[in-house]
């Protein structure tokens, strides 16, 4: 389903994806910079060392941090979860992104060989989901004066 977040989310997407392309510190081990450190990194303006920090007070990976998520508690890393679940990515949406395993994007790219940990793959799979949302959210855009000329034409 579509909200008025879906162009936000396109595009945060495709930045984190550009920051990666240019060599903007891609580094799978450190939670600021992976998959899902470099997209709240773009949604929430923090640097990789802040989401690092922030995530490195609680145990675990990104799936770990996903799965004891609890919004109100008060952590920094549940605030910035909670910040990315605001912008309209959902928890799974996130321990997807982590793993490059959402069936979805996977299909719609045409590829299941990703690697989690490359970011040629993580930069491919950004790119798509940016894609495949617009290409959703273009489904759903209604342009009355264009509909009324094609029904003309």
Known sequence: MLTD????????????????????????????????????????????ADIHSAAMKRHGDWRDQLRDYCPGSGMAIDDIILYMEEAGF??????????????RVRRFMGRSDLRH???????????????????EYLETVKIPQLNQYLQHA
Request: with cysteine; hydrophobic share 40%; net charge negative.
């Open 5 to 48: 977040k879906s162009i936000f989310r396109i595009e945060v997407l495709r930045q984190a994806a550009n920051k990666i392309s240019s060599g903007q510190g891609y580094q799978w081990g450190h939670m600021g910079a992976c998959n899902c450190g470099h997209l709240a990194q773009e949604i929430c303006s923090l640097s990789s």
């Open 90 to 103: 959902s928890i799974q949406d996130l321990i997807n992104l982590e793993r490059l395993e959402d069936s």
């Open 117 to 135: 940990n490359d970011p040629q793959d993580v930069k491919a799979y950004l790119n798509a989901w940016a894609n495949m949302l617009e290409a």
